[in-house]
């Protein structure tokens, strides 16, 4: 079992970058696979990148592929969302949500995830 929990959220301009972490509690952390879903108001969630257990194998949504970029370290048990060129429609709560055993492939969906973290709100102005 894992706890999630979610920082870097902030309020930035069109254009800038922001790092989300996301750092786990728990062992064994190489066995879960791990995924950023974000959800801005009145939507349901927005796959956005996935990353399989030993950071091998990224998934990453066509639209922010070329911006956001997805990594691990598993000695600090710790997952980043890199967000650059950052732009008014990704703003959104952003969640780090945990599989255990699979792959980055089986992680792209909400119902896959077995543990979330409580979101960062990530705000953009124009």
């Known amino acids: 079992q894992v706890h999630l929990v979610e920082s870097g959220g902030g309020q930035v301009h069109a254009g800038d970058s922001l790092t989300l972490s996301c750092v786990a509690s728990?062992?064994?952390?190489?066995?879960?696979?791990v995924a950023w879903f974000r959800q801005s108001s009145g939507q349901g969630h927005e796959f956005v990148a996935s990353?399989?257990?030993?950071?091998?194998?990224?998934v990453v949504a066509d639209n922010v592929r070329g911006r956001f970029t997805i990594a691990r370290d598993n000695s600090k048990n710790t997952v980043w969302l890199q967000m650059d060129s950052l732009q008014p429609e990704d703003a959104a709560v952003y969640y780090c949500?945990?599989?255990?055993?699979?792959?980055?492939?089986?992680?792209?969906?909400?119902?896959?995830?077995?543990?979330w973290g409580q979101g960062t709100q990530v705000d953009i102005s124009s």
């Open positions: 949500t945990a599989r255990l055993g699979g792959d980055e492939k089986m992680l792209r969906w909400p119902a896959a995830a077995n543990y």
């Open positions: 728990g062992s064994a952390f190489d066995s879960y696979a």
């Open positions: 990353i399989g257990g030993r950071g091998t194998g990224t």
